[in-house]
T-cell receptor, first 116, second 112 residues
Framework: GAGVSQTPSNKVTEKGKYVELRCDPISGHTALYWYRQSLGQGPEFLIYFQGTGAADDSGLPNDRFFAVRPEGSVSTLKIQRTERGDSAVYLC??????????????FGPGTRLTVL | DQQVKQNSPSLSVQEGRISILNCDYTNSMFDYFLWYKKYPAEGPTFLISISSIKDKNEDGRFTVFLNKSAKHLSLHIVPSQPGDSAVYFCAAHTGNNRKLIWGLGTSLAVNP
């Protein structure tokens, strides 16, 4: 079956612009996660969805960042008034974790965002 | 405050030898630890995990050891192969929290 897909693979934008990053999770996975990875760093948690609702958005850095998952499948991460510091690889992951055991998350290839 | 630490940014080993990647953590509430492998321009892929109630988990060439009193774990790869060359991340989560907390990664180079 298909893995997690993310579009676009690369996005270059100018400071102050609005961007949308899309994630298509593995079919049937109820949980969806967004992480951000800056150069030389590990992935940093942003938000996760259980179904359509954002179960934990504690990692969103400020109110310029917003994410939706209206039908419990595809998710869109939206960044308003982009800043140069937003430049990073944005990773999406999904899982079917039943709430017990380790939470194996399956990752997409990421979207590399560059803000000029 | 880095809750998961990988203090070696890089490691180089000869093909056929053992690779040992280390990870330390500060949060004693972590219940599960996971190792991920990442190639350039790809997302991380899951490698192996260990529960905090165990001290060893083995899967083929990969073994993870956990020393809970020292808050330390290590990933052993033996024998190492050139295809193992990648960045390895240590990650952890508590039992009731789904988000993974990650280390900075260790770049492993296995030389033929």
């Amino acid at each position: 079956g298909a893995g997690v897909s993310q579009t676009p693979s690369n996005k270059v934008t100018e400071k102050g612009k609005y961007v949308e990053l899309r994630c298509d999770p593995i079919s049937g996975h109820t949980a969806l996660y967004w992480y951000r990875q800056s150069l030389g760093q590990g992935p940093e948690f942003l938000i996760y969805f259980q179904g359509t609702g954002a179960a934990d958005d504690s990692g969103l850095p400020n109110d310029r960042f917003f994410a939706v998952r209206p039908e419990g499948s595809v998710s869109t991460l939206k960044i308003q008034r982009t800043e140069r510091g937003d430049s990073a690889v944005y990773l999406c992951a999904s899982s079917s974790w039943p709430g017990q055991g380790y939470n194996e998350q399956f990752f997409g290839p990421g979207t590399r965002l560059t803000v000029l | 405050d880095q809750q998961v630490k990988q203090n070696s940014p890089s490691l180089s080993v000869q093909e056929g030898r053992i690779s040992i990647l280390n990870c330390d953590y500060t949060n004693s509430m972590f219940d599960y630890f996971l190792w991920y492998k990442k190639y350039p321009a790809e997302g991380p892929t899951f490698l192996i995990s260990i529960s905090s109630i165990k001290d060893k988990n083995e899967d083929g060439r990969f073994t993870v050891f956990l020393n809970k009193s020292a808050k330390h774990l290590s990933l052993h790869i033996v024998p190492s192969q050139p295809g193992d060359s990648a960045v390895y991340f240590c990650a952890a989560h508590t039992g009731n929290n789904r988000k993974l907390i990650w280390g900075l990664g260790t770049s492993l180079a296995v030389n033929p």
